[in-house]
C-alpha cells in the first residue's frame, strides 16, 4: 500500500505560479512511476506529467509552462506550475504507480483544486 499526501493548490490569477507537492508513504519500494493528473469540470481525468524510467513527459497543453520534479530523500514529487491560464483550472491529482509481481497498481492522492481566474 502507497499513501499520497497532496498539497499546495489555490486560487490564482492568470500569470500566475503555483507549486504543488505529493508526498509519498507506505510501501514506496515498490513504486515504479509517479505523475501528475488533472480534471477538469465535465472533463475525463488526463495526464499532466510522470516521471518514468525513461524520463519526463508531459500533456501538450503544459509543456514549458509546467516542471515536475522530485526529492528523493523526501519521498515527494513537486509539480511547478507557471504561465498559469484559466484552462488550467482542474483537480490536480498526484499518482503512484507500483509494479509487484507483475502487476500495476495505481495509487491516488486525495486531489488539490487550482483555479486560475482570469
Known amino acids: 500500500q502507497v499513501q499520497l499526501a497532496e498539497s499546495g493548490g489555490g486560487l490564482v490569477q492568470a500569470g500566475g505560479s503555483l507549486r504543488l507537492s505529493c508526498a509519498a508513504s507506505g510501501s514506496i519500494f515498490s513504486i515504479n512511476v509517479r505523475g501528475w493528473y488533472r480534471q477538469a469540470p465535465g472533463k475525463q481525468r488526463e495526464l499532466v506529467a510522470v516521471?518514468?524510467?525513461?524520463?519526463?513527459n508531459y500533456a501538450d497543453s503544459v509543456r514549458g509552462r509546467f516542471t515536475i520534479s522530485r526529492d528523493n530523500a523526501k519521498n515527494t514529487v513537486y509539480l511547478q506550475l507557471n504561465s498559469l491560464i484559466p484552462e488550467d483550472t482542474a483537480v490536480y491529482y498526484c499518482?503512484?504507480?507500483?509494479?509487484?509481481?507483475?502487476?500495476?497498481?495505481?495509487?491516488w492522492g486525495q486531489g488539490t483544486q487550482v483555479t486560475v481566474s482570469s
Open positions: 499518482n503512484a504507480r507500483t509494479l509487484v509481481g507483475g502487476a500495476f497498481e495505481d495509487y
Open positions: 516521471f518514468t524510467s525513461g524520463g519526463t
